[in-house]
């Protein structure tokens, strides 16, 4: 076996690779191509024309304000150093006179175990509560907590902080106080007028919907049952609530390779009695079952309607009932996904991010689209060959978003009914980011070796030699979708700009988007024999590497693959079964093993009934899982991993390097301490990409050094 190189040794290799110009080719640096500034947390007032942002720049993350008619960004916040922390829940205060924001840990984290601390600080942050007053001044600590809401009263914050609800005034006067007590209190809703508080108490196998209203009054559960309520969402006159009713936890074992409906329903209740009736009913179809996009059932109460998400017809579509009860009736009919929804401040429209529009590619991007909610006419307010996403209503009813192509990187933006939209915040872009030298991607659709159709975007930059070395790109989640430009998750647009940069390079990349994904129907989403019980998705991967290396300009003996988190399983499995199609691989933070997880198992016994099918669903688990084919594994491998990471554990690199080891199979490391699954580090980004290109610039380039 070759020696692995140690990670202080790929290090400088890597930082030189990122700051030497290409030897082929005047291009870019990784450097350039990373340093663009990523908006997200973008936010609306619900009066007035107030926009609220976080926006990162090279690690340096900060708020960020805009006001209409202009839309002149300015920046609220300074901080100063790369030290991992995330700036999320950021939120106007409906006056526009308050932004909110929680600084520390790491965006949608349930934590079991202390915050992570990215900077390796002898003395970690924690994760807090901050108020930043619009006019100007310091940002004020408000608690050490998480999740907070402001009141629509714009006088104090709930949040939550030790597993308890707790207020705190908004500008920081007082220290905060506990609101009420609950077990397994969370999902906080104020009510319309902010004299109450609705919230979901889990109790582990069964949940109840709350609401609080004052120290002497008891809490009114609503409609309780041995069912997992949730998503509780106020009438506008605040008088009922809806919520989402699942069924409890246990019952007889069932099949594990069996797929099955999983019931839902919405409810509503009445406040003052707690008496709840069932409003709607989800079809017992597979496709009925709750959908596992962003948002989930995206339960709403707009303006004399409820409206919710569902598979039912086979598209993450919106749907609203009468708030009477009554049929749904389908808003947004068609080929094409909703997600990232927001109701208007008047409950009349939605407008969510859709693959939608008149283009044939319009499938492998994002558009705005509105749609009232008690009519099926949406409109995509964003055509165009730009991607748009996360719109948000402001209180004069115009539409915000963040928007991009695939050149110039996300800027928040404003919808016009008139003219063309508005931009934000464009000097944010650095004066070297290279805009005019990146490619554009250009669809690509093949066939699997079962017949599903596949969808990709290829990346090559015109001219070099006759035959070029290849990379395919495969994206985690797996419930994502690549696009035709910049990405709306950071993360993405981190892959990205790494696609771009192996372009400028002079390799063709094909970025894949294989069945697990979503962006296709539910039955792309939801194939059979996928994952743990077969890994139907490989042959997208693999049939990938077969068309690259028949296309005329792609030398077949070097094409390499990458990709983090299900991305690095579906690489260490394509060099675990075909070391004979991949020459070389990156992967990132990788399931190795579906039975290992750091020692907990997928499938742990802790009933005396078992599943009929168990021993078949743990064979196939090892059949889907890298390790079992590790005895044709040949080809190099560069594995990356941070070693707090919280979704894919460490022990699974950890294990994969003692078998490769033991079988003589050449493999490199890179171990980032202290980072996370996400790379909080923008330096650590950087670090991981340079060696990533370093790694295939040295096994598939024509040149080695």
Request: no cysteine; aromatic share 10%; hydrophobic share 40%.
């Amino acid at each position: 076996m070759k020696p692995f190189v140690t990670a202080a040794l790929l290090l400088a290799a890597s930082s030189l690779a990122a700051q030497r110009p290409a030897a082929r080719a005047p291009g870019f640096t990784i450097t350039q191509i990373k340093s663009l500034p990523f908006p997200n947390e973008l936010t609306a007032a619900t009066t007035g024309q107030r926009l609220a942002w976080a926006l990162n720049e090279g690690g340096l993350r900060n708020i960020w304000v805009a006001e209409g008619p202009a839309f002149a960004a300015r920046r609220l916040t300074a901080y100063g150093s790369d030290d991992g922390q995330e700036l999320t829940s950021v939120q106007l205060s409906s006056d526009g006179k308050w932004v909110v924001y929680v600084r520390g840990g790491e965006h949608s984290a349930n934590w079991s175990e202390a915050p992570p601390n990215p900077a390796s600080m002898p003395v970690p942050f924690k994760v807090q509560i901050w108020a930043v007053p619009v006019a100007g001044g310091a940002p004020r600590l408000l608690a050490d907590g998480d999740e907070p809401l402001i009141s629509p009263r714009n006088d104090v914050v709930a949040y939550l902080s030790g597993g308890q609800v707790m207020t705190v005034p908004i500008d920081g006067s007082a220290a905060g106080r506990r609101l009420f007590f609950a077990r397994g209190a969370g999902d906080l809703e104020w009510s319309p007028d902010g004299s109450r508080m609705a919230f979901t108490s889990n109790r582990g196998d069964h949940s109840f919907v709350g609401v609080f209203a004052n120290d002497s009054t008891p809490i009114r559960w609503l409609a309780p049952s041995t069912s997992r309520d949730n998503s509780p969402r106020w009438s506008p006159d605040g008088t009922r609530l809806a919520f989402i009713r699942r069924p409890g936890a246990g019952g007889p074992i069932a099949p594990i390779l069996e797929p099955r409906h999983q019931p839902w329903s919405i409810w509503t209740a009445d406040v003052a009695t707690g008496a709840g009736r069932s409003m709607w009913k989800a079809p017992e179809t597979l496709r009925g079952s709750p959908p596992a996009t962003h948002g989930g059932t995206n339960l709403g109460w707009g303006a004399g309607r409820i409206v919710f998400l569902s598979y039912m017809d086979g598209w993450p579509h919106l749907y609203s009932i009468p708030e009477s009860g009554g049929a749904p009736l389908l808003l947004t009919p068609g080929a094409y996904m909703a997600e990232y929804i927001r109701l208007s401040p008047d409950g009349r429209f939605l407008v969510f991010a859709g693959n939608a529009g008149s283009d044939s590619n319009d499938v492998d991007r994002r558009h705005v689209v509105r749609v009232p909610v008690d009519r099926a006419t949406p409109e995509v307010l964003t055509p165009g060959t730009g991607l748009e996403w996360t719109p948000v209503v402001m209180g004069n009813g115009d539409v915000a978003y963040i928007g991009a192509t695939a050149q110039r990187p996300p800027l928040p933006m404003v919808h016009r009914a008139r003219g063309q939209p508005v931009t934000i915040g464009a000097d944010r872009v650095p004066a070297d980011f290279p805009s005019a030298q990146l490619v554009t991607p250009r669809k690509v659709v093949y066939r699997a070796s079962d017949g599903v159709t596949v969808h990709a975007q290829l990346f090559e930059k015109a001219g070099g030699p006759p035959k070029k070395a290849a990379v395919i790109f495969v994206h985690g989640g797996p419930p994502r979708q690549m696009l035709l430009g910049w990405h709306y998750s950071d993360y993405y647009s981190n892959a990205y700009a790494m696609n771009q940069y192996l372009a400028s390079r002079g390799f063709v990349v094909l970025s894949v988007n294989y069945r697990l994904g979503i962006g296709y129907g539910y039955e792309f989403h939801r194939p059979a024999a996928g994952g743990a019980q077969g890994a139907s998705e490989y042959l997208d991967v693999k049939a990938a590497a077969e068309w690259l290396r028949s296309q005329p300009q792609v030398d077949p003996a070097r094409v390499g693959i990458y990709g983090g988190s299900y991305g690095g399983f579906l690489v260490a499995l394509g060099l675990a079964r075909n070391s004979d199609l991949f020459a070389a691989g990156v992967d990132i933070h990788g399931v190795h093993d579906w039975l290992g997880d750091g020692g907990r198992g997928f499938f742990t016994r802790d009933r005396y009934e078992e599943a009929p099918d168990r021993a078949k669903a743990l064979e196939l688990a090892w059949q889907s899982s890298p390790v079992a084919s590790i005895s044709t594994w040949k080809s190099p491998v560069l594995l990356i991993h941070g070693d707090d990471d919280r979704n894919v554990r460490f022990g699974q690199t950890v294990d994969l390097v003692r078998r490769l080891a033991a079988k003589g199979i050449e493999f490199e490391e890179l171990v980032i301490p202290d980072d996370t699954h996400h790379w909080m580090r923008h330096a650590n980004a950087v670090t991981i990409d340079s060696a990533t290109a370093a790694y295939f610039e040295k096994k598939l380039s024509p040149d080695k050094p």
